[in-house]
């Protein structure tokens, strides 16, 4: 989990550039534009005085600046005034926007772009589909957002609003960073920066500086994402900010940890939390406690490592962060694991799992799935710790399924701004055809899921079982003395049991091994896809197709997954690679990746998928195997392999 912190001002600023009298009216005087308004008859400049006494309570009294807004909504209706409705609509969308209340903000939102368009106000009619693009980015529907916000850049670039364009900039550029288009995000935040830049905008150069280092952090380019820090604490300390300058020094702090230099982040996070101490920043102090855990539980202080993380926990159950609740849980199960404490560490593991179940974060989940099945794993108890690695697979496979949907969703919203008709038509029609791919194979993985949860019930129940047996049968022992026999019992049903599990993970292995072929005829179904795309499509969309094909072919099987499936391999069929390899020492390492894929008796086809070559070289390979292994030609390999575990 990215402990960073990203601050977010792009409502301040939109408040500032789309109310200019704003910083006036936090300097007049409430009282004497009460007084004013008492005495003007004309209705319009009522409307004006009412906006204005919005904008000096909007921050010290948003209720009673909703009560201005609505009564110069009111007015101007009445009077059929339609800037100053739109202007109205606008103070109250602003409103719900910071109280959180997305939907009627929207909806207000939408009323007063439609009185701007009418208005022929393009200034105002930028801002405010950047203003919809900041809700829809908040609530994380970053395609909406990214539609809003490349909108509103191109209206501001046609009035050349220059701080409009740096606004839009930046927001695509965080837009783009939380999708995981680190390099799309770098170019946007550095023309956002260079705008402000010329602006003369310090604190929203600064306040870029920072977003930069994220995507730099994001791309592992930690150096750089320092120096962009450094130069944004400077000018946040010449300005005095010292809200942002702690949320500056908490991620130099961070990043300096991911670097394992210790003392630095020690001295940077410890600078981050005596300033947000003094302000009153307790996110901040949540995070760099957090951090400064990991780093004393790296370096084996396990004791100051415990504090840390009490003190951060104790923040979030203040402020009932629940998400962050989940995160410290697992740190402090991280712990207890690396003291042998299991017991300890398994409790709160299963706090940690509730909450991120309770706020629906699958990245918690996941993070949750795999510390534990690593926990097990140390205890030596691979049976716990391969179920829990089937589900962090899962909610692996989960994200990387949403991230694939939102792609194709970029790409159906993109292909909907096209203007010839029937290139549209022909790209929802290949759009389709990926999404019915899409939606095949979240069904085999609801099926797949399904089955594990299935098993893993029946597996829970007969554990369940057999620990009340073995309560009722201790009882009988001390009460009868016949231990002896008792024992005999409990051997017999580990057998069972034992035997059950060896066909639970052989069901396991091989829906492991249909995956791995599934994932792979998807992507070259995409490929096949996007290059159809590609040629159909103009010159100045290529480049979006080249990223695509270089995002699939990042997504082929990885060495990792390779040893995942060998790990899952062998504790099905234990021993048999290596006495092939004791055996036939010619035997390459695809050679036995070849074997173990007979083993399991898959066909042709799929075994090309899964290694990601054609099917007439598996014949080739199969015909290399034989001669390697001494085989006449006629010879059925899958029988050979059985034979040899035998």
């Known amino acids: 989990m990215n402990l960073m912190t990203i601050p977010m001002k792009q409502w301040l600023f939109l408040i500032v550039i789309l109310f200019p009298n704003l910083l006036l009216a936090d300097r007049l005087n409430t009282d004497s534009l009460k007084n004013e308004l008492e005495n003007t008859r004309v209705d319009t400049s009522k409307v004006k005085l009412l906006i204005l006494l919005w904008e000096s309570t ?32 606008q103070r109250l969308a602003a409103g719900f926007t910071v109280q959180n209340v997305p939907d009627t903000a929207l909806d207000l939102y939408q009323r007063a772009l439609f009185l701007y368009k009418e208005l022929n106000d393009t200034k105002m009619e930028a801002n405010i589909l950047s203003n919809i693009g900041i809700i829809y980015y908040e609530q994380g529907e970053y395609i909406q957002a990214m539609f809003n916000t490349e909108e509103s850049l191109r209206i501001s670039s046609k009035v050349n609003d220059l701080h409009g364009i740096a606004l839009s900039l930046q927001l695509l550029g965080n837009i783009n960073y939380y999708m995981g288009n680190f390099d799309e995000a770098q170019k946007y935040h550095m023309q956002s920066i260079q705008k402000l830049l010329d602006l003369g905008d310090d604190i929203r150069y600064a306040d870029g500086l920072v977003y930069m280092a994220s995507t730099y952090q994001a791309l592992k380019k930690y150096r750089k994402a320092l120096e962009n820090l450094k130069k944004a604490c400077a000018i946040y300390e010449e300005k005095n900010d010292r809200f942002f300058l702690a949320q500056a020094l908490n991620n130099t702090g961070y990043i300096y940890m991911i670097m394992t230099k210790y003392d630095s982040a020690k001295i940077y996070l410890s600078k981050a939390i005596i300033l947000a101490d003094e302000i009153g920043n307790n996110n901040v102090i949540l995070l760099a406690n957090n951090t ?5 539980k790296e370096e084996g202080d396990y004791t100051k490592a415990n504090a840390y993380f009490e003190n951060a926990f104790k923040l979030a159950i203040k402020h009932n962060d629940q998400l962050r609740m989940s995160m410290l849980y697992r740190n402090f199960g991280d712990l207890y694991a690396a003291e042998k404490q299991f ?6 593991y299963d ?50 399924d949403k991230e694939k949907s939102d792609k194709i969703e970029e790409l159906e919203a993109r292909y909907r701004k096209i203007e010839d008709e029937k290139e549209i038509a ?9 999404s019915k791919d899409l939606e095949l194979q979240r069904i085999r993985q609801l099926i797949l899921i399904a089955g594990l949860i299935l098993s893993l019930t029946i597996g829970i129940y007969f554990v369940f079982h057999v620990r009340s047996k073995m309560r009722r049968n201790r009882l009988i022992r001390e009460q009868e003395k016949l231990l002896e026999n008792e024992k005999l019992i409990n051997a017999e049903l580990q057998r069972d049991n034992y035997e059950k599990e060896l066909a639970i993970k052989k069901n396991e292995l091989t829906s492991h091994a249909l995956q791995m072929v599934q994932k792979n005829e998807l992507l070259e179904s995409l490929k096949e896809k996007i290059t159809e795309l590609e040629n159909q499509s103009r010159s100045d969309n290529k480049s979006d197709y080249k990223k695509l094909r270089i995002m699939i072919n990042g997504s082929a099987q990885t060495d990792k997954e390779w040893t995942n499936f060998n790990r899952h391999f062998e504790q099905v069929h234990q021993g048999f690679l290596s006495k092939l390899k004791n055996e036939f020492p010619v035997l390459t390492s695809n050679d036995l990746r070849l074997s173990a894929m007979l083993k399991l008796n898959l066909s042709s086809k799929e075994v090309a998928s899964i290694m990601n070559i054609s099917p007439e070289s598996v014949k080739k390979a199969r015909y290399r195997l034989r001669k390697k292994l001494q085989l006449p030609d006629e010879s059925d390999l899958h029988s050979f392999m059985m034979t040899m575990e035998n």
Do not use: R
Request: glycine share 2%; charged share 25%; hydrophobic share 40%.
């Open 351 to 400: 706090s940690a799992v509730v909450i991120a179940n309770k706020v629906e974060s699958k990245p918690s989940l996941k993070e949750a799935y795999e510390s534990i099945s690593d926990a097990w794993a140390d205890q030596g108890n691979y049976k716990k710790s391969l179920e829990y690695y089937i589900l962090y697979a899962a909610m692996k496979d989960s994200i990387l």
């Open 426 to 434: 022909v790209q929802k029609s290949q759009i389709e055809i990926l």
């Open 292 to 296: 400064l855990g990991v780093i004393s």
């Open 58 to 89: 909007a921050y010290s009294e948003p209720e009673t600046a909703k009560t201005y807004a609505e009564k110069a909504l009111e007015l101007s209706q009445n009077n059929h005034y339609k800037k100053g409705i739109a202007e109205a609509y």
């Open 343 to 348: 017991n300890k560490a398994m409790n709160v």
